[in-house]
């Protein structure tokens, strides 16, 4: 009843603005009609209510092309949970990954995923970087520097852009007063010419006024409100490099509880729930090495990986129960 007269008080476009529901729906319905003999067996409701189920629970993005993740603030963040989930325990076993690496596992979620998008994050041992791990110096880096440092450049893309094309115009030498602040149809074209600059590694190694950086981005605090946050990261220096900006609010807790995606730093390698279900498929498995065990295994996994996931394209379906075929057999032949 509390609910119901808070939400009396907001008005029909402002909620289909903060929740991105039009999309969703329009989302759905087009997967409804390319997969229409897949779905509707199940029936219209079910279907639905199954699909806007794992919106709400992050699992919508599994499998999904790169434009639909990409598509609205919530996407973003679950591909980032998602993520985390599915291979924390990297950070766990304490491993060192590279770009590549990292891009692997990445497309293991989104087949498309680009190389660009994680050297946003991470750049190779010859630039600098929003990642400082010990061993930058070999490209490598560990799972928590990683996936913080991506975290803020898969979310806030266009708002780190906007702020690099300001500070290119305030290391060039310009007034603040005649600062451009880039709208998000000129962003794009002005970052790209500022990274053809023969000088542009060489200038980000220097730095710029921390007030005066504050004062001209102001105005994209008012679009992407982050104002607190900047200011704080901000205030702690007199001088700030473009790249010991960004290391400052991957670090930033504020920015992370925003999202709302991951965990602080220092619980992010622990999952409980998580945990219980590896055990539990470690258990089934270990059981007995024959194939009765070892199937229930992974047709559980098989289960857990279709509820997660109810709208992944019929090609990715194909794929696993070729798969699952294919092990079935080999386990009936090992009987014999």
Same mark, same amino acid.
């Given at each position: ?168 115009? =305030?290391? $060039?030498?310009? %007034? ?8 998000? #149809?000129?962003?794009?074209? &002005?970052?790209? !010419? ?86 539990? =498929?470690? $258990?089934?498995? %270990? ?8 199937? #229930?295994?992974?047709?559980? &996994?098989?289960? !857990? ?32």
């Amino acid at each position: 009843i509390k609910n119901c007269f808070i939400t009396k008080f907001i008005t029909a476009e402002k909620y289909n603005s903060d929740s991105q529901v039009l999309f969703y729906l329009n989302d759905a319905v087009t997967q409804l009609l390319d997969h229409k003999e897949e779905y509707t067996q199940f029936g219209l409701v079910r279907y639905f209510a199954e699909y806007f189920s794992s919106v709400k629970n992050s699992n919508h993005v599994l499998f999904r092309e790169l434009n639909y993740i990409r598509a609205t603030q919530h996407n973003r963040a679950s591909f980032i949970r998602v993520f985390w989930r599915c291979f924390r325990q990297i950070g766990k076993s304490g491993d060192l990954l590279s770009v590549p690496e990292y891009r692997s596992l990445l497309q293991l979620l989104c087949p498309d995923f680009p190389l660009e998008a994680v050297q946003s994050a991470s750049r190779d041992a010859n630039q600098k970087t929003v990642v400082l791990a010990d061993d930058i110096s070999d490209g490598l880096m560990s799972f928590s520097d990683f996936i913080y440092a991506f975290q803020l450049q898969f979310c806030y893309q266009e708002f780190l852009d906007s702020v690099q094309v300001i500070y290119q115009d =305030l290391l $060039a030498g310009k %007034s603040p007063n005649t600062v451009i602040v880039p709208t998000s #149809s000129s962003v794009e074209q &002005l970052v790209s !010419v500022a990274t053809e600059e023969s000088d542009r590694e060489e200038q980000q190694q220097d730095a710029v006024d921390s007030s005066t950086l504050a004062e001209c981005v102001d105005a994209l605090c008012e679009r992407f409100k982050h104002r607190t946050c900047l200011r704080e990261v901000l205030e702690q220096t007199d001088k700030v490099s473009y790249y010991g900006f960004l290391q400052s609010l991957a670090n930033h807790e504020s920015i992370n509880q925003t999202i709302g995606a991951l965990p602080s730093k220092e619980e992010l390698l622990i999952d409980p729930e998580m945990d219980q279900e590896l055990d539990k =498929l470690i $258990a089934q498995i %270990s059981v007995s090495p024959g194939s009765n065990s070892s199937g #229930s295994a992974i047709g559980g &996994l098989k289960e !857990v990986q279709r509820r997660a996931s109810p709208r992944r394209n019929i090609h990715h379906r194909r794929k696993m129960e070729v798969e699952s075929d294919g092990s079935t057999e080999e386990t009936d032949s090992s009987e014999n």
